[in-house]
Structure formats: structure tokens, C-alpha cells
């Protein structure tokens, strides 16, 4: 897969990036907000503190669709803010509104990891309510290939593997000024 796809959208305003668990979207997000000096916001982070419990008991006690609801209405919250880097959940992207949502705040950037990868970063995890009954390199394969239409719907895809925080981060300000001077152009 190639590292860049460009749209020919130009008005950048929020930076919001969608991927699999574990292809670095906080990580990056943290620091893409620092260097722009925009307000990072993580949307698991909004949905648990709005619940007062954790994504896994979310999906325990009421169910990935409840979970689904909530991060639906939080995101559509997020409308009319701005110089903010969003990092979503790796599900958000499925349902079509979260997608016209995600276009409608900013740039929609996707960091993209392989599937072996993908075990390997999350090996030692147990916060991954998808995979805590079967981490195995089929099911995140399966998982991958299931929403890998709805990663496709963004502005430019980033591979992570075998790249620093800091480098994917200069990838994704390369590709703002380029996106930004083809806007004024």
C-alpha cells in the first residue's frame, strides 16, 4: 500500500485520525497536537469519562451498540470546534454518519499497521474489548478486512510500521503543507 493518498480538499481546519487499535493514534495525536499547538482530544477518553467506567465495562454491562451510541453522540458534540488534533476509536469509522461527521470537522488522516504488527504492539494489552477473548492474528485480520472500506474514506493514509512517533508526525505536517499550499493555489 502506498504511504500517500491526497485529496483535493483544502480546508484543513481540525486534524482528526482514524486506524486500527494500535496503529499509534494517541501516540501520534498527542504529539501532532503539541507541534501545531492545537487541543488534543482522545474520543475513548471522552466516552469513559462521560460513562464513569472503562470501554471494556461499557461493552460488558451494555453492549458494543450502546458503546457505539455513545461515541456516536460525543463525536457529533465535537461539531464547530476547532485547532483540535482528534484521535477516534477504531471503530468510529463503521457507521456512515460518524464518517460524514469525522469530513465535516477536518482532514481525516489513517494510520495504517499490518496485522502482525498490530499483535505485536498490543501483545500485553487487556483493554480491547474486540480482542479480549481472541487476540489472535486471524482476528485481527478479520477485524481489518471488515473495516478496512471504511479506513479507505479518508484523506490520506499513513503507514506506522517501523516509524517513529516524531517521523509519522513530520509525514503528516509534509503532507498538511502540501494539502494547505494546493488549497491556495
Given at each position: 500500500?502506498?504511504t500517500?493518498?491526497?485529496?483535493?480538499?483544502?480546508d484543513?481546519?481540525?486534524?482528526i485520525?482514524?486506524?486500527f487499535?494500535g496503529?499509534?493514534?494517541?501516540?501520534?495525536?498527542?504529539?501532532?497536537?503539541?507541534?501545531?499547538n492545537y487541543?488534543?482530544?482522545?474520543?475513548?477518553?471522552?466516552?469513559v469519562?462521560?460513562?464513569?467506567?472503562?470501554i471494556n465495562?461499557?461493552?460488558?454491562?451494555?453492549?458494543?451498540?450502546a458503546?457505539?451510541?455513545?461515541?456516536?453522540?460525543?463525536?457529533s458534540?465535537?461539531?464547530?470546534?476547532?485547532?483540535m488534533?482528534?484521535?477516534?476509536?477504531?471503530g468510529?469509522?463503521?457507521?456512515?454518519?460518524?464518517?460524514r461527521?469525522?469530513?465535516e470537522?477536518?482532514?481525516?488522516?489513517?494510520?495504517?499497521a499490518?496485522?502482525?504488527?498490530?499483535?505485536?504492539?498490543?501483545?500485553?494489552?487487556?483493554?480491547r474489548?474486540?480482542?479480549?477473548?481472541?487476540?489472535?492474528?486471524?482476528?485481527?485480520r478479520?477485524?481489518i478486512?471488515?473495516?478496512e472500506?471504511?479506513?479507505?474514506?479518508?484523506d490520506?493514509?499513513?503507514?506506522?510500521?517501523g516509524?517513529?512517533?516524531?517521523?509519522?508526525?513530520?509525514?503528516?505536517?509534509?503532507?498538511?503543507?502540501?494539502?494547505?499550499?494546493?488549497?491556495?493555489?
Open positions: 500500500m502506498a500517500w493518498h491526497i485529496s483535493a480538499r483544502s484543513m481546519g481540525n486534524i485520525l482514524t486506524g487499535m496503529t499509534g493514534k494517541s501516540s501520534v495525536g498527542k504529539e501532532l497536537a503539541l507541534r501545531l487541543r488534543y482530544i482522545d474520543l475513548d477518553a471522552l466516552i469519562a462521560e460513562a464513569g467506567i472503562s465495562e461499557i461493552f460488558t454491562r451494555d453492549g458494543e451498540t458503546f457505539r451510541a455513545i461515541e456516536a453522540r460525543l463525536l458534540s465535537l461539531k464547530g470546534e476547532e485547532n488534533v482528534l484521535s477516534t476509536g477504531g468510529a469509522v463503521i457507521a456512515g454518519e460518524n464518517r461527521v469525522l469530513r470537522l477536518g482532514m481525516v488522516i489513517n494510520l495504517v499490518p496485522a502482525e504488527e498490530i499483535l505485536l504492539r498490543l501483545r500485553h494489552e487487556h483493554d474489548p474486540l480482542l479480549n477473548n481472541d487476540k489472535s492474528l486471524e482476528r485481527i478479520a477485524l478486512a471488515h473495516r472500506p471504511f479506513y479507505a474514506d479518508a490520506v493514509r499513513i503507514e506506522t510500521c516509524k517513529t512517533v516524531a517521523g509519522i508526525v513530520d509525514e503528516i505536517l509534509i503532507w498538511l503543507k502540501r494539502a494547505g499550499a494546493r488549497g491556495q493555489a
